[in-house]
C-alpha cells in the first residue's frame, strides 16, 4: 500500500515533465497545424542553458531558469521566422523534414558546445532535501517539479479562457482564414504560439536538470514521450494532454515498480489502442 | 507520371551504373564494396517506404520495425542453420506477415494518425528487441551471425564469407528488388495507388477497393523493409535494437525526401547522397550529424520536391514543347 501511494507522488512528478512538453507540442499542433519533430530537442537545450546559466555561471536559480526559458523562445522564434514560416504552403511532410533537419543540427549543436558527456548542475539549496510521505522520503525538488508543472497549467487555461489574446488564438486554430478576415495577424499569431510552446519545453528541460541531467539524447527520447501523450489526450487538446500525461506519468511509475520489463511495451500499446480505438483522443468532447 | 519506355541515354546510364556495380571489387578496396552495399540496402528499403508514401500518399514513421522484423528473423534462422536463401527468405516471410497484420489496423487511418500509429507500431517493435532478451539477446543483440553459404540442397551451394562474394549476393537481390518495384509502380496497382493519393474520393468512385489497395502497398513496403534488413545482419555479424528504433524510421524518409518523392528513382538517387554527404562529412569533422542536419534544412527550403526534381521538370518541360499537352502535375 505505501509502495502504491509513494510510487503515485513519484508518477505525479514525471508526470509534470511530460506535462510541460507535450503542452507545447499541443498549442502548436492545435493552432499552426504542424508536428514539432523538434520540440524534445527544444527540451535538451534548455536543460543545457540551465546548466550553463545555474551550474556554471552560478546565477541564482530562478534566474537561470528564466534565462533558459528565454533562450529556448529565442531558438523558437529563429525556427518559426527563418525557416517554417516560408513553407507552410508545401506538403505536410516537408515541415516534418525540416523539423528532423532541426534536431540533427541541435543534437550535434549541443555535443560541439557542451561536449559529449552529460551534465548534472547541483541541487538548488533550498528545494535540496525530502519530505516524509507514508514514512519515505520525498525529494523537495519533485515536490517543486508538480507545483510548477501545475502552475503552468493553471495560466494557460487563464490566458486561452480568460483573455482576450487567448480568444485570438482560440479563434486562429479555428479557422485562421476567418480570423484573418475579421483582422487577426495570423503570422504574429504564429510566432507567438511557436515561442510559447518552445519556452515551455525549455522550461521542462530547465527544471529537469538537477534531477534528470542533461543528456545529448534526452530530445529523441522525450518526443517520442510527448507524441505518445498528445495522441492519448488527442492531437491539438490542451486538457487532454494535461490528464494523459498524469495518466502516463503515474503508469509508468508503477510500471517500472510492477512489470519493468514491460513498461515502454504496454505505453506504446496503449497509445496503439487509442488511435485505432478513439483516434480523436480519450478526452475529446 | 514519367513513361516506362526510357530513352536511349538512360539506358545507357543504367547499363554502365550496373557493369560499374559488378566490376568494383576489382577496382577498389573494401571500403568502397561495404558503402555501396549499405546504399543498396538503404536503396531497397527508401523504395519500399515510397511505394507507400511517394505513390500511396500514407506517410509512414514505423518501417524501422519490419527492417528490424527482417534482421532478426534472418539473424535467429542463421544462427539455428546456415543457409542464407533460408534466412533471407524466412526474414522477409515474417517481416511481410508482420506488415500484414500491423498494416491491417495502421490502414484504417490516413495522413497524421497514420504517421503516429505506425511510430507506435515500430516502437512496440522496438521495446520487444530491447526487453526481451531471451529471444533477442536484450541491448546487447545477436551476435556471431554466420555469413553463410547460399544453399539449396542438391541444387547449389556457395560459399560467400568473403566480403566480396556478398557484395554480389547484395547487388543481385538489391537489382531485382529494384526491377520488380518499377514493374509494380508502372502496372495497374501502380496507377491505382497513385489514383488513391490523388483522390481518395474519387478512387472509391471508380470502384476501387482503397483500403485493400492501400493495405497491399504497406504489406510490400514492409516486405521491401524486411528485405534491406535481412541483408544487414549477414554483413556485420550482429543485430541490435537501435536498428528497430523510430530515428532508423527516419533514415529512408530522409534519403526519399533528398532524392524527391515523385520520381521513381528518387529514393536511390538519395539512398546515395545520404552516404555520399555522411561520407564526405565524417571526413572532416566528428559532428557529420550537424551538416546532415543544414543540408536537409537547405533542401527543404530550396528544393522543397527533392533533388531528382531538376531533372523531371526539366524533361517534362522538354516533352511539353513539341506535343503541346500538359503533362499532369505532381
Same mark, same amino acid.
Given at each position: ?15 509534470? !515533465?511530460? /506535462? ?18 523538434a520540440?524534445?530537442?527544444?527540451f ?9 546559466? !545555474? ?5 541564482p ?16 522564434l #529563429?525556427? $518559426? ?12 511532410? !516537408? ?5 528532423? *533537419?532541426f ?7 549541443v555535443?560541439?558546445? /557542451?561536449g ?18 507514508? *514514512?519515505?522520503?520525498? =525529494?523537495? !525538488? ?10 503552468v497549467?493553471?495560466?494557460?487555461w487563464?490566458?486561452? $479562457?480568460?483573455t482576450?489574446?487567448?480568444? #485570438? ?25 511557436f ?38 489526450? &488527442? ?10 500525461? @498524469? ?39 | 507520371?514519367?513513361? =516506362?519506355?526510357?530513352?536511349?541515354a ?24 561495404y ?15 515510397? @511505394?507507400?508514401? &511517394? ?14 522484423? *527482417? ?12 543457409n ?5 527468405? *524466412?526474414?522477409?516471410?515474417?517481416a ?5 497484420l500491423l ?34 539477446? &536484450? ?24 566480403? $566480396? ?26 496507377l491505382?495507388?497513385q489514383?488513391?493519393?490523388?483522390? %481518395? ?24 523493409? &524486411? ?13 541490435? =535494437?537501435?536498428i ?6 527516419? $533514415? =529512408? ?11 521513381f ?20 569533422? %566528428?559532428y ?8 536537409v ?34
Open positions: 500500500m505505501e509502495n502504491i501511494v509513494f510510487q503515485g507522488c513519484v508518477g505525479l512528478s514525471l508526470a509534470m !515533465y511530460l /506535462w510541460l512538453i507535450s503542452a507545447g507540442l499541443t498549442i502548436i499542433f492545435g493552432v499552426l497545424r504542424i508536428v514539432n519533430f520540440h524534445g530537442s527544444l535538451m537545450v534548455g536543460a543545457y542553458l540551465a546548466y550553463t546559466f !545555474y551550474g556554471q555561471i552560478a546565477l536559480f530562478w534566474l537561470a531558469i528564466l534565462l533558459s526559458v528565454a533562450g529556448t523562445g529565442v531558438l523558437g #529563429i525556427m $518559426e521566422r527563418g525557416f517554417l514560416k516560408r513553407i507552410y504552403g508545401v506538403d505536410e511532410a !516537408y515541415q516534418l523534414l525540416l523539423t528532423f *533537419g534536431i540533427l543540427i541541435l543534437d550535434d549543436a555535443k560541439m558546445i /557542451w559529449g558527456v552529460f551534465k548534472i548542475p547541483p541541487m538548488p539549496e533550498f528545494l535540496d532535501g525530502a519530505w516524509m510521505i507514508v *514514512g519515505r522520503p520525498f =525529494p523537495i !525538488y519533485n515536490v517543486f517539479v508538480i507545483a510548477v508543472g501545475v502552475l497549467a493553471i495560466v494557460l487563464f490566458v486561452f $479562457e480568460k482576450w489574446w487567448g480568444r #485570438i488564438v482560440r479563434a486562429t486554430a479555428a479557422d485562421r482564414e476567418m480570423a484573418s478576415a475579421i483582422g487577426v495577424r495570423v503570422p504574429r499569431v504564429f510566432s507567438g504560439v515561442v510559447a510552446g518552445a519556452m515551455l519545453a525549455g522550461l521542462g528541460g530547465a527544471i529537469g536538470t538537477p534531477v534528470r541531467v542533461a543528456a545529448p539524447g534526452i530530445g529523441t527520447a522525450m518526443i517520442i514521450q510527448a507524441f505518445i501523450i498528445t495522441v492519448i489526450g &488527442g492531437l491539438g487538446n490542451l486538457k487532454g494532454a494535461f490528464v494523459s500525461s @498524469l495518466i502516463v506519468g503515474v503508469l509508468s511509475a508503477y510500471g517500472t515498480l510492477f512489470f519493468p520489463v514491460f513498461e515502454l511495451f504496454f505505453i506504446f500499446i496503449i497509445m496503439v489502442v487509442v488511435l485505432l480505438v478513439r483516434p480523436q483522443g480519450l478526452f475529446a468532447r | 507520371m514519367t513513361t =516506362p519506355r526510357a530513352s536511349a538512360t539506358v545507357i546510364a543504367l547499363v554502365a551504373i550496373v557493369a560499374a556495380l559488378f566490376v568494383l571489387p576489382w577496382i577498389a578496396g573494401r571500403y568502397p564494396i558503402l555501396v552495399m549499405h546504399i543498396l540496402i538503404l536503396a531497397v528499403f527508401s523504395l519500399g517506404f515510397n @511505394l507507400l508514401f &511517394g505513390y500511396t500518399g500514407l506517410l509512414s514513421f514505423g518501417q524501422a520495425g519490419f527492417f528490424a522484423v *527482417g534482421a532478426y528473423g534472418c539473424a535467429k534462422i542463421l544462427l539455428v542453420v546456415p542464407l536463401v533460408l534466412g533471407i527468405a *524466412g526474414g522477409v516471410a515474417l511481410g506477415i508482420a506488415a500484414l498494416g491491417a489496423l495502421s490502414v484504417r487511418h490516413t495522413r497524421i494518425y497514420f504517421s503516429m500509429l505506425t511510430l507506435a507500431f515500430g516502437m512496440v517493435i522496438y521495446s520487444i528487441a530491447w526487453k526481451w532478451r531471451d529471444f533477442t539477446g &536484450g541491448d546487447d543483440g545477436l551476435v556471431g551471425i554466420p555469413r553463410a553459404a547460399l544453399e539449396i540442397p542438391g541444387l547449389l551451394s556457395i560459399s560467400v564469407s568473403a566480403i $566480396e562474394r556478398y557484395y554480389y549476393v547484395v547487388v543481385v537481390i538489391a537489382l531485382v528488388a529494384i526491377f520488380v518495384m518499377h514493374r509494380l509502380v508502372h502496372s495497374p496497382l501502380g491505382a495507388l489514383a488513391i493519393r490523388d483522390s %481518395e474520393t474519387r478512387a472509391a468512385f471508380a470502384g476501387l477497393a482503397v483500403r485493400k489497395y492501400r493495405l497491399v502497398a504497406f504489406t510490400i513496403a514492409g516486405v521491401y523493409a &524486411g528485405l534491406a534488413g535481412a541483408l544487414l545482419p549477414p554483413l556485420e555479424n550482429t543485430v541490435t =535494437p537501435p528497430a528504433h523510430w530515428t532508423t524510421s527516419a $533514415e =529512408p524518409v530522409l534519403a526519399t525526401l533528398l532524392g524527391g518523392i515523385h520520381s528513382a528518387g529514393p536511390i538517387v538519395g539512398s546515395v547522397l545520404f552516404f555520399v554527404i555522411k561520407d564526405v562529412i565524417v571526413r572532416f569533422t %566528428e557529420w550529424l550537424i551538416w546532415f542536419g543544414v543540408i534544412v537547405a533542401l527543404v527550403m530550396g528544393f522543397p520536391e527533392g533533388v531528382m526534381s531538376v531533372f523531371t521538370r526539366r524533361r517534362r518541360s522538354a516533352r511539353r514543347q513539341p506535343a503541346g499537352t500538359a503533362s499532369q502535375s505532381t
